[in-house]
Structure formats: C-alpha cells, structure tokens
C-alpha cells in the first residue's frame, strides 16, 4: 500500500472514529456503571457480569470467544471464591497478518461516593471534557478503545490489517489469579501463532504528551497479623493491663520505612540492578514537569527534589507503601475498644533483579527480629499473598517503532519513552511464558487518578487513543510484512 492511500484510510478512519464519539462513550457508560471491583469478595459477582458483557462485546465484533474457567481461590479467612473466567478471544487469521495479541482487565479498585468522588463512581459522568467514573482510565476505557478501533475497520468494510487476539481478565487489582497457569497451558495453542503482545494499562508520564512503556515495576503483597485473643476487649477493663495487638502492629509498621523514603529491611537493596551513566544520561534527557506531576498529586512536596532522583525512586528503585489495617475502627466517632486481631497490609515495589522469594525472607526476618523485641506474649503472622515480577522490554523492537509513527499521526509529536512504577503483573509473565514481544501502549494521561477518588479519562484521550489503536494496526502490518518480504528475498537469493 502506498503512503498516500495508506492516509486516505487512515483519514476516513478518524473521520468515523470522530462521528462515532457518542457511541463510543455510551459503551463505557454501560461498561462503568458495573462495579466489577475485584478486591472485595461481595462484589465477585459483578466482576462475573462485567466478565460476560466483556464477551458479548467481542463476540459482536465477530470474534470467537472462549471464557476459560479458572477455578477458586481461598481468602485469608478461609473462604473460598470462584475466579472470574478470563477471555481468550479471535479475530481474523489471515496468514498474511501478524497477529497482535491484547491484553486488558475489566475489573476495578473499589470506589464509593464517600471516599471523596464529586460524582457517583459507577455512573460516568462527563464534565469539561473530562468522563469520570471508577474504571475509566484503568482499564475499562483502553480496553473499548482497543475494541471501537477494531470495530472501526469492520463498520468501514475495511480489510482487518492484522489478526486480532484478546486476553481479557477479571483479576487484574487483585494480582491476576490463576493467569501464569492459563498462559503456561495456552502457550502452544492460543499463543502459538501470536506475533506481538500489546497492553494498554497504564498512563503517560505528563497529562498532555504522548508515551510509550518499556518497563514496569513488580509487586510484593505482604499480610502482617497480631492476634492477641478471640474476642475484642472494653479499654477501660483491660486497657493498660495487656499487650495491644494494634500497638504491637503500629511498631512493626513503624519500621519498615524511615522518613526519607529509605526502607529499612536489611538487605532489601542489595540486588537491585546498579544504575549505568548511560542510564542516568536517558534521565536527564526525559522531559517531566515536576510541578504539573505535584499538582496531579495534590501533596506539598515530594521525598525528592530533582526530576532524576524521583524518575528513579518512581521506576528505579523499591518502595515500600502502607496501604491498611484490618480490624482497626475506622468508622467515624470513637469506640473504646482494643481489637483482638489486626492485619497491616503493605507492598514493595519490585525492580530488576529483586527476587520475591529473598524479598518475602528478608521481610519476614525483619519483622520477626522487630516482633521478638517487643517481649510481646502475641501472635504474629507474617504472609505474602501477591507475588508479581517487574518487567523490561527492548525498545528496538519493531512494536515500538510502529507505536512511535502512529502516535506521530495522531498526536503529531513523537512519545516520551518511559517506564512505570506500578504493575501490570501479566507483562512479565507473557515476556517469559511466550518469549513474544511485549510493549505498553497507553492512551490515558498522568492525571488520570488511577485507584483514586474522581478516576477520568478525558474525552480527548478516549477518542484520540481509538485513533492511535487503530493507526498501530497499519504501522506494524506495513513493518511486519516489509521485514518478512525482506526476509524472504534474502532467502532466495
Ligand atoms: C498499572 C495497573 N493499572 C495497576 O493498577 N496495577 C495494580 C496491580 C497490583 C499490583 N499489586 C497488586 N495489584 C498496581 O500496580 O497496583
Ligand atoms: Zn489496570
Ligand atoms: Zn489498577
């Protein structure tokens, strides 16, 4: 196809695109309005719907769809709950198309009016461009996106540049349960023939300026529980004359971390890959408004003053996070009680080469010499229930260089290169279950408030990021077919 008819398709494709606008936010409407949330047990079931809805929107794009069962899983109290069945859908097989395989999750954080949200969380709502709604961003909209674009091709009558493959998943913000296996049973079927992976989970580093993302930090999920007795106790009868679990707790937590960030879990830092100057270099060279990435945060300050020392605490190095304590009051007013068992829950950021089963040791060493300490006649429990490895991919890889021209046609601009600090646990397994190319290609802006109050995606973004999705198709079709006609008459000559 020449350049110039490959623009008219492209032009009548943002033209549809723009004239199906409404359609498409009516889709996300309908997708956000299910409180698919993962992390909460009573809401399993929505994430079943959402898991359903997810399927009949592929299938009515035309695609094949196989809803894999993945059996339960056990929660920490011993209740057993089935998984939402992840989505392996088709769409084409053209032997003359790479096969482009996507990755998304339809599942969400939990979100409730109260926590903040200026609009109801579950129904999107849109105000100065902005649609705001839980799942929005993360990852109900790229999903769509993805899905409108494929759509487009279809409406127009267009021949499909590429192959289409989906794996759409339920358990994404609780770790993605059950998915290594699937993938590791998958991969001499459903991943046989796929060329390329795509995920599209994750933000831009500024809210105007396009990216592109080559790496991602892991994630280790710890569990820390002091359990004194059975039964809560009145503070008055027995406050002073006991050993507080919760104190005991609030002293272990109180030592994980220091005041400048650094955590204090001896040895936490020791294999994390050495910084190289031509890294540093690639840094410096990164263009990041520190302001506009405050005021998306809304603190006063941050831990760190330079644009290098933040990208890499944000990409580079281990955080550690305090996210909770369960059986701790923490409704409103005051109730003089002292709980009999509490949970403090936090994670540690993972980046190359931490290793989770060293990690879990060192954590687990460390909060038991804090524990001994105490004198306290307790019981401590310490677990790590998630367990997700970081990720790093080679930018020279042919994805990358389609991405890059397609955000050039709609974006008018080249992407900022970056990686992310948080996770997307299935990067790293599709990198080493399938050895296929993996890149993220996010449409969503850094002020986008992933797992916050007032989630968005701004209409801009939705509908921009159809575009690049559907442009990516005919980028990496023109390169994949130009490097194996290459390869071919290389061959026979
Ligand atoms: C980046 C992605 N949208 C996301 O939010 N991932 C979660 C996954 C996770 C990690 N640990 C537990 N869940 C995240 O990074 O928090
Ligand atoms: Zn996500
Ligand atoms: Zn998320």
């Given at each position: 196809?020449?350049?110039?008819?490959?623009?008219?398709?492209?032009?009548?494709?943002?033209?549809?695109?723009?004239?199906?606008?409404?359609?498409?936010?009516?889709?996300?409407k309908?997708?956000?309005?299910?409180?698919s949330?993962?992390?909460?047990p009573?809401?399993?079931?929505?994430?079943?719907?959402?898991?359903?809805?997810?399927?009949?929107?592929?299938?009515a794009?035309?695609?094949?769809?196989?809803?894999?069962?993945l059996?339960?899983?056990?929660?920490?109290?011993?209740?057993?709950?089935?998984?939402?069945?992840?989505?392996?859908?088709?769409?084409?097989?053209?032997?003359?198309?790479?096969?482009v395989?996507?990755y998304?999750?339809?599942?969400?954080?939990?979100?409730?009016?109260?926590?903040?949200?200026?609009?109801?969380?579950?129904?999107?709502?849109?105000?100065?461009?902005?649609l705001?709604?839980?799942?929005?961003?993360?990852?109900?909209?790229?999903?769509?996106?993805?899905?409108?674009?494929?759509?487009?091709?279809?409406?127009?009558?267009f021949a499909?540049?590429?192959?289409?493959?989906?794996?759409?998943?339920?358990?994404e913000?609780?770790?993605?349960?059950?998915?290594?296996?699937?993938?590791?049973?998958?991969?001499?079927?459903?991943?046989?023939?796929?060329?390329?992976?795509?995920?599209?989970d994750?933000?831009?580093?500024?809210?105007?300026?396009?990216?592109l993302?080559?790496?991602?930090?892991?994630?280790?999920?710890?569990?820390?529980?002091?359990e004194?007795?059975?039964?809560?106790?009145?503070?008055?009868?027995?406050?002073?004359?006991?050993?507080?679990?919760?104190?005991?707790?609030?002293?272990?937590?109180?030592?994980?971390?220091?005041?400048?960030?650094?955590?204090?879990?001896?040895?936490?830092?020791?294999?994390?890959?050495?910084?190289?100057?031509?890294?540093?270099?690639?840094?410096?060279?990164?263009?990041f408004?520190?302001?506009?990435?405050?005021?998306?945060?809304?603190?006063?300050?941050?831990?760190?003053?330079?644009?290098?020392?933040?990208?890499?605490?944000?990409?580079r190095?281990?955080s550690?996070?305090?996210?909770?304590?369960?059986?701790?009051?923490?409704?409103?007013?005051?109730k003089?009680?002292?709980?009999?068992?509490?949970?403090?829950?936090?994670?540690?950021?993972q980046?190359?080469?931490?290793d989770l089963?060293?990690?879990?040791?060192?954590?687990?060493?460390?909060?038991?010499?804090v524990?001994?300490?105490?004198n306290?006649?307790?019981?401590?429990?310490?677990?790590?229930?998630?367990?997700?490895?970081?990720?790093?991919?080679?930018?020279?890889?042919?994805?990358?260089?389609?991405?890059?021209?397609?955000?050039?046609?709609?974006?008018?601009?080249d992407?900022?290169?970056?990686?992310?600090?948080?996770t997307?646990?299935?990067?790293?397994?599709?990198q080493?279950v399938?050895?296929?190319?993996?890149?993220?290609?996010?449409?969503g802006?850094?002020?986008?408030?992933?797992?916050?109050?007032?989630?968005?995606?701004?209409?801009?973004?939705?509908?921009?990021?159809?575009?690049?999705?559907?442009?990516?198709?005919?980028?990496?079709?023109?390169?994949?077919?130009?490097?194996?006609e290459?390869?071919?008459t290389?061959?026979?000559?």
């Amino acid at each position: 196809m020449s350049s110039s008819s490959s623009s008219l398709l492209e032009m009548e494709i943002f033209q549809y695109i723009d004239a199906h606008q409404s359609d498409f936010i009516k889709d996300l409407k309908e997708w956000v309005a299910v409180e698919s949330d993962s992390v909460q047990p009573h809401l399993r079931k929505e994430v079943m719907r959402m898991m359903a809805l997810a399927a009949d929107r592929l299938a009515a794009l035309g695609a094949t769809v196989n809803l894999v069962n993945l059996g339960s899983h056990q929660l920490p109290d011993g209740q057993v709950l089935p998984l939402p069945s992840v989505i392996l859908g088709e769409l084409g097989k053209d032997p003359q198309n790479p096969t482009v395989c996507f990755y998304g999750h339809v599942d969400v954080q939990p979100a409730k009016k109260e926590d903040g949200w200026n609009t109801d969380p579950y129904t999107l709502t849109e105000i100065d461009g902005n649609l705001y709604g839980r799942g929005a961003t993360d990852n109900k909209g790229p999903v769509l996106a993805w899905i409108n674009a494929v759509e487009t091709f279809r409406a127009l009558k267009f021949a499909m540049p590429v192959n289409f493959k989906f794996v759409i998943e339920g358990m994404e913000e609780a770790g993605s349960l059950g998915l290594e296996k699937l993938l590791e049973e998958e991969n001499q079927r459903f991943f046989s023939d796929v060329d390329y992976i795509v995920i599209s989970d994750n933000l831009w580093l500024s809210n105007k300026k396009p990216a592109l993302t080559y790496g991602s930090r892991g994630n280790a999920c710890f569990f820390v529980e002091v359990e004194c007795g059975s039964k809560d106790l009145h503070s008055g009868t027995f406050g002073g004359i006991i050993h507080e679990p919760l104190l005991d707790l609030i002293a272990l937590l109180d030592s994980l971390v220091d005041s400048t960030g650094h955590i204090q879990i001896p040895g936490i830092y020791d294999s994390v890959a050495a910084l190289t100057e031509e890294e540093r270099k690639l840094y410096e060279s990164i263009e990041f408004e520190l302001e506009e990435h405050r005021k998306n945060c809304g603190v006063k300050k941050f831990l760190y003053d330079t644009k290098e020392e933040i990208l890499l605490h944000l990409w580079r190095y281990p955080s550690l996070s305090i996210h909770g304590i369960e059986g701790a009051f923490h409704e409103q007013g005051i109730k003089t009680v002292i709980p009999a068992k509490v949970i403090g829950k936090f994670s540690i950021r993972q980046v190359p080469h931490m290793d989770l089963s060293v990690v879990k040791k060192q954590v687990v060493k460390h909060l038991e010499g804090v524990f001994s300490k105490r004198n306290s006649p307790n019981k401590l429990k310490v677990s790590m229930p998630l367990g997700a490895k970081p990720w790093l991919a080679d930018v020279n890889d042919l994805l990358y260089k389609a991405a890059r021209r397609a955000i050039k046609t709609v974006f008018g601009e080249d992407p900022d290169f970056i990686r992310d600090g948080s996770t997307i646990p299935v990067a790293r397994m599709f990198q080493t279950v399938t050895q296929k190319s993996v890149m993220m290609l996010p449409i969503g802006a850094a002020d986008d408030g992933e797992h916050s109050q007032n989630e968005k995606i701004s209409r801009h973004n939705y509908i921009e990021g159809t575009k690049l999705f559907a442009a990516f198709f005919l980028e990496i079709s023109k390169l994949h077919r130009n490097l194996h006609e290459t390869s071919h008459t290389e061959a026979i000559n």
